[in-house]
Every structure is written in C-alpha cells, then in structure tokens.
C-alpha cells in the first residue's frame, strides 16, 4: 500500500482542519492506521490511530476530545478531524498503516505517507 496525505494548511488558534490519506492498492481495508507529527525540533510523536475495521481508535492524551479518527474503506482514505487547534499543534503530520492496531508505536507501521504541514497562528 502506498499512501498520500492532504489537507494540511494555515489556520488560527481555534480553528479546524481535515487531514486525509488515500492509500493506493486493495488491502487496505486490512490495514490499521496511524496519525503521527512531528514539531520543529521535537521527536515524531503518535497523534491517533484506528483499527482495519474502525470499530476501535485510540488518542494521544494531547488531542484527546478535539481530534477524531475515521476511515472510509470503500474510499481507501483514513481522515483525521481537527478542531480547537492549538499553536502547539503545529508540525508536519504524517500517516501510516500496518498491520496491528490500533497502535501508539511507530514501529508497529511499515508505510509511511509524505506528510503534511499544518500550522497554527496565535
């Protein structure tokens, strides 16, 4: 599976956005998927991520109540809902599949998307 993420932007303390990941190939529905940033100068941290099913997610304590997990199977897209952004939410979020989960640590996921920047003005 190869994945593409999207919706990264420029917005104000409080604002919202909409992350997507489209993923290419027909096991993605086999996949978990994971959320992950990382700030200027800070280590990769896990955001949120989600089972092959969706029936299950789990959060970072960080984004807990303002972040939200989804996927769309038919789609081949995992999103990742925004709202009441923070300027400490500012990094470049990247996604990921593997094959547990879902899963806080990075070395459970074997894909990796490009990334995508969001950045949040105070």
């Known amino acids: 599976v190869q994945l593409q993420a999207s919706g990264g932007g420029l917005v104000q303390d409080g604002g919202s956005l909409r992350l997507s990941c489209a993923a290419s190939?027909?096991?993605?529905?086999?996949?978990?998927m994971g959320w992950f940033r990382r700030a200027p100068g800070k280590e990769r941290e896990f955001v949120a991520a989600?089972?092959?099913?969706?029936?299950?997610?789990a959060y970072a304590d960080s984004v807990k109540g303002r972040f939200t997990i989804s996927r769309d199977n038919a789609r081949n897209t995992v999103y990742l809902q925004m709202n009441s952004l923070k300027p400490e939410d500012t990094a470049v979020y990247y996604c990921a599949a593997g094959p547990l989960g879902p899963t806080m640590h990075s070395l459970h996921y074997n894909t990796w998307g490009q990334g995508t920047q969001v950045t949040v003005s105070s």
């Open positions: 989600i089972s092959w099913s969706g029936g299950s997610t």
């Open positions: 190939g027909r096991t993605f529905s086999t996949y978990a």
